[in-house]
T-cell receptor
Framework: KAGVTQTPRYLIKTRGQQVTLSCSPISGHRSVSWYQQTPGQGLQFLFEYFSETQRNKGNFPGRFSGRQFSNSRSEMNVSTLELGDSALYLC?????????????FGQGTRLTVV | KNQVEQSPQSLIILEGKNCTLQCNYTVSPFSNLRWYKQDTGRGPVSLTIMTFSENTKSNGRYTATLDADTKQSSLHITASQLSDSASYICVVTNNNAGNMLTFGGGTRLMVKP
């Protein structure tokens, strides 16, 4: 069974640009959550999608948005990039409704904003 | 406010020694507590998951304990190996918040030969 796949693995963007990250969950999983990890703040919850609907949202500005498609794949978009958005972005997939008993993480997308 | 606090922040031990990492949480209502291992630059990998009624759970050389009354958990690593060098993250799920996870700041463990 394939794991959680995130693309791209690495990304370099310029301030003011926008970026789209992709996450393909484990086959059959319907919940996808996104997290931002920085050295100073640790892992912070961005949002969760379940069956194409945003079910939970963390405390991030509106520049951070996401969506989920009918095949459960999810994308995360960050507009008007700032230097502080440089981070490892992780997605996790879970098999069922909430709260799930397990969350499987992808390898992450390392975003660098210059 | 839902919070998860871990201690120590970092730890250095010699190969073959045991160690114990601590986690205190204030997440309520509690659903489950997980310990993850994260190698640098990679996604976290689950070690154990415990619900309210479970006091201990083992996964090889890793043993997690949970005291739901005091809201404390520990992760004990036995006979450490160089490959155990990583960050260990305590994660708590709120029973009312879908799959939103609350993460501790992690303990960075370094195992030296």
């Amino acid at each position: 069974k394939a794991g959680v796949t995130q693309t791209p693995r690495y990304l370099i963007k310029t301030r003011g640009q926008q970026v789209t990250l992709s996450c393909s969950p484990i086959s059959g999983h319907r919940s996808v959550s996104w997290y931002q990890q920085t050295p100073g703040q640790g892992l912070q919850f961005l949002f969760e999608y379940f069956s194409e609907t945003q079910r939970n949202k963390g405390n991030f500005p509106g520049r951070f948005s996401g969506r989920q498609f009918s095949n459960s794949r999810s994308e995360m978009n960050v507009s008007t990039l700032e230097l502080g958005d440089s981070a490892l972005y992780l997605c996790a997939s879970s098999s069922q409704g909430a709260p799930a008993t397990e969350a499987f993480f992808g390898q992450g997308t390392r975003l660098t904003v210059v | 406010k839902n919070q998860v606090e871990q201690s120590p922040q970092s730890l250095i031990i010699l190969e073959g020694k045991n160690c114990t990492l601590q986690c205190n949480y204030t997440v309520s209502p509690f659903s489950n507590l997980r310990w993850y291992k994260q190698d640098t630059g990679r996604g976290p990998v689950s070690l154990t998951i415990m619900t309210f009624s479970e006091n201990t759970k083992s996964n090889g050389r890793y043993t997690a304990t949970l005291d739901a009354d005091t809201k404390q958990s520990s992760l004990h690593i036995t006979a450490s190996q160089l490959s155990d060098s990583a960050s260990y993250i305590c994660v708590v799920t709120n029973n009312n918040a879908g799959n939103m996870l609350t993460f501790g700041g992690g303990t960075r463990l370094m195992v030296k030969p």
